[in-house]
């Protein structure tokens, strides 16, 4: 390549400069800045300390400059309801953008970078010549914007307002300060950048923002304002802003962007106009640089530029959405911060930590084991607890439930029983996770009538002999272990008459199926799949009557719970949903109209259960399908369950609809049970690859749900909680009386093994 043209002279430009020029030194490179060049917006830039080593390598001089202009940091102070809570060694480093920025520029011009400033790039025609254009032109990406139809960017504008303002009052710690105000609360994340100065970015939600007038402010009023509802923080200082050369408001909304396609002929999109990652977790110029060191490596020297660009796209776009992930997760904590404001002062400052959920409860030990001791210690006190103990160990009551600790082994269908009946291999499955030493079991799918099943190998309870062979299993639990059982009723609907899991999983049976049910005539495949008959007044009250038959049943046989099974698109979900309920009477539409059957279930259900006994219903919060369920139906739908009696709610995802398309990852439904918990105020499960200790304390350690649910650990190891008792040094955790020699054994073995590491 001849020529290369960097559109945009930010980190991400002038870096993509730099290291084009030492890759290709004959060639022709170019940054065109639309500002001056010490105009910057922002004040401060921070990293980690462990993002520098991939810098050094690609340019040392300029990592060199920056490590040189860093102030260090470790501890994080978070003031809230007039607590100050302290965590520290988290290793962070600031320096001053515009010295950033400097730097670059300096090493650009060194290694014979052309820079032009006040450059308004017009058309395409005007870098016809280049082989290769840069479009680091940041969020509000001209270049992007240009060629949207072949981007195709995601933009998000979110929920927030925020200004970034600088200041001379030194703040030791990246700071995070909360304040009430009558409209709502201000938050500020506030951080020393050098010897001098420190960035103070305050946020509000934009209905707070507008309601305190600030829509009308100019940026002099503002910072008036932002100076009297954080002055305690400031020690006398003033606020100041460096972003005058901006058009409009100093207010700015953060936009989530994520493009689809990255490069178009010669054109390639970086950093933030390619992706953006919120200044929640501070990492868009660590992103922007990332982005530049990569597009160097993978074409500076590719014989075929477009294949060069595209596996620069591959190899970006999962790092950007792994951050944008982290990301997005602690920019929706502090978007809804008055949620989280019924905590006490150290939950909170514990929920905000861990909010990204890169960071959990283990993570916090490494880093400050002082700080997490503290945290069990109040958690524990709440609990009525005299000595510290992971979150996870935490007793909970509920009803008259008492569980020994927040481990849920969740609904497993093992497809193994005939009619109804469950046999030996349910008395294995469900005694060997209760003497593996979880505190709740939560019995599969049972069916309420046999052709509420969903395959023919499902359990049911709509007879004595079921209600007794079920009996045998409760004893055994309550006889062997401290763990508690519930009992999942549900109906299959128009996912029932299928096939065996392991089978075709969710396709109609090659012979001898049975009528379907469900909220409306759709079928769950089209084309391919039964198509289920619209439920009429005959079936409303034979069907309900079927659950009340079966909660008796189970209340008779001993069950610690009841849990009623109205997710993932079966029978009384296929009503909640809009996706599966086309009704035009009075049970479809809105979704109080949508609720009405289920609610008519749980009444009747919960008339029959023992009122003392706790009472569980599963949902699905999300549809993962456009027009599927969304907040404001979801949030209507828990307060009417919690209205109704509910005593906790399971909160899963998803399977109402075959296309749908979840976004999967680590705890990848918490933020729903989340969300329902402190919004709605009833306790909950999470469900959803929960697979680590370190994920249940996090969650119950940070109130983002009560229980956790685990399901696929709990097939591969019917110890999992005894194994993350002995893993975490809890000795106090019950093993069977049989077993105590393997515990005594794995306990000794773990702690050389530790030795072993500390020693190495």
Known sequence: MKRIVCLGGGPAGLYSAILFKKALPNAR?????????????????????????????????????????FYHWDDIDVHFKGQLIRSSGHGFCGIARKRLLNIFQARAAALGVEQSFQHEVGGDAEFADADLIVA???????????????????????KCRFIWLGTEQKFPAFTFAFERTEHGWFQIHAYQFSTELS?????????????????????????????????????????????????????????????????HGNLVLIGDAAHTAHFGIGSGTKLAMEDAMSLVSNVATAEDVGA???????????????????????????????????LEPQQFAYSLLTASQRIGHANLRLRDPKYVDTVERELARRSGLAEARPPMFLPLRLGSMDLVNRVVVSPMAQYSAADGLPDDWHLMHYGARATGGAGLIVTEMTCVAPDARITPGCTGLWNEAQQSAWKRIVDFVHRHSPSRI?????????????????????????????????????????????????????????????F?????????????????????????????SPLTNLRRDEYGGPVANRLRYPLEVLDAVRAVWPAERPLSVRISAHDWAPGGIDEADLLAVAAAFKDAGATILSVSTGQTVPDQRPVYGRMWQTPYADMIRNVVGIPT???????????????VGAGRADLCAIARPHLADPAWTLHAAASQRYTSQWWPDPYLAGKSQLEHNLERAALALGAV
């Open 308 to 342: 060069g660009l595209e596996r620069y796209r591959a190899e970006r776009n999962l790092e950007a959405l792994k951050l944008q992930s982290a990301a997005r997760n602690r920019m929706e904590w502090f978007e809804n911060v008055a949620r989280y404001t019924h």
């Open 548 to 576: 009340v038959r079966a909660a008796r049943l189970g209340a008779a046989a001993g069950f610690d719970m009841l849990e009623l099974h109205m997710a993932h698109g079966y029978l009384l979900a296929s009503f909640l």
């Open 486 to 546: 519930a009992l999942q009723l549900g109906h299959a609907g128009r996912k029932g008459s299928t096939q065996l899991g392991w089978q075709e999983m969710d396709r109609p049976l090659h012979r001898d199926n049975w009528p379907l049910l469900s909220a409306s005539a759709i079928p769950y495949f089209s084309g391919v799949s039964q198509t289920p008959r619209a439920m009429t007044a005959e079936d409303f009250s034979r069907v309900t009557g079927e």
């Open 136 to 158: 680091a032109d940041g969020v509000n990406s001209v270049q992007r914007t240009r060629h949207a139809e072949v981007f195709k960017p995601h933009i998000d504008v979110r």
């Open 29 to 69: 490179v170019e940054v065109y800045e639309r500002n001056r060049p010490d105009d910057t917006f922002g004040w401060g830039v921070v990293f980690s300390d462990k993002t520098m080593a991939g810098f050094r390598d690609a340019d040392t001089p300029s990592h060199d400059l920056i490590v040189d202009s």
């Open 685 to 699: 499960i999470a469900v959803g690859n929960i697979f680590e200790a370190d994920h249940v304390n996090t969650i």
């Open 199 to 263: 960035t103070v970015i305050v946020e509000t939600r934009e209905e707070t923002w507008k309601a305190h007038g600030l829509d009308r402010f100019n940026a002099d009023q503002s910072i008036e304002f932002c100076e009297r509802l954080f002055g305690k923080y400031l020690g006398g200082h003033r606020l100041m802003s460096n972003a005058r050369h901006l058009r409009g408001s100093a207010w700015l909304n953060f936009n989530r962007v994520l493009c689809e396609r990255w490069h």
